[in-house]
């Protein structure tokens, strides 16, 4: 009895879960029809956030993508998401975009991981930073890139195809392609694949 009310369980679990996707997938499209592509077999988790600031934005998510619980995408001014199939975000991922964030086929990226392509400007001393704007640059995350969690990309950063990138970088200059990125307690190293 205990087995059958517990696969009865899952199969309505399953249902809720399909339900709840296919709800917030109608919900973006129905709020950001001009600005979205949002493919098939799309699974956003729980608390998953999306906010888009502005008319000429644009948002496209590729087929078989997964934002698990608590991952959020903000585009304001003219900001341009485009992600591709088979992409993979564990949770509280976060991309934050002004400007472009490209990120290529079959990327998986670690709990945490947060992508900006904008950064603040704060060099002038008689006015508070939050009034100042923003200085922005293209990042771009080429296809089969694995980010390990709590990895930082920070703007104008292009990661080449099949690089790995440890827990805990914090990324602010180009990665080659193939390339293997740690950090220790003084620096990041990087090596070949």
Do not use: P
């Amino acid at each position: 009895m205990k087995k059958i009310v517990f696969k009865i369980y899952l199969k309505l679990f399953h249902y809720k879960e399909l339900l709840r996707t296919a709800f917030l997938k109608f919900h973006i499209i129905a709020l950001y029809h001009v600005q979205t592509e949002i493919g098939k077999k799309i699974y956003f988790g729980s608390g998953f956030s999306i906010k888009i600031e502005y008319e000429k934005a644009l948002l496209k998510i590729g087929d078989n993508t997964c934002f698990k619980e608590y991952c959020s995408i903000t585009i304001a001014d003219n900001g341009k998401i485009e992600i591709g199939k088979n992409v993979f975000f564990n949770s509280g991922c976060s991309v934050s975009c002004l400007d472009n964030v490209c990120i290529g086929d079959n990327s998986i990226f670690g709990q945490g991981v947060k992508i900006y392509d904008h950064n603040h400007n704060y060099r002038d001393k008689e006015k508070r930073i939050v009034d100042q704007g923003y200085t922005t640059g293209a990042v771009v995350i080429e296809e089969n890139c694995w980010l390990g969690a709590n990895v930082v990309i920070l703007k104008g950063v292009t990661i080449g195809r099949h690089s790995v990138i440890g827990a805990n970088c914090i990324i602010h200059t180009n990665v080659e392609s193939y390339s293997l990125v740690i950090s220790d307690s003084k620096n990041q190293i990087v090596k070949k694949i």
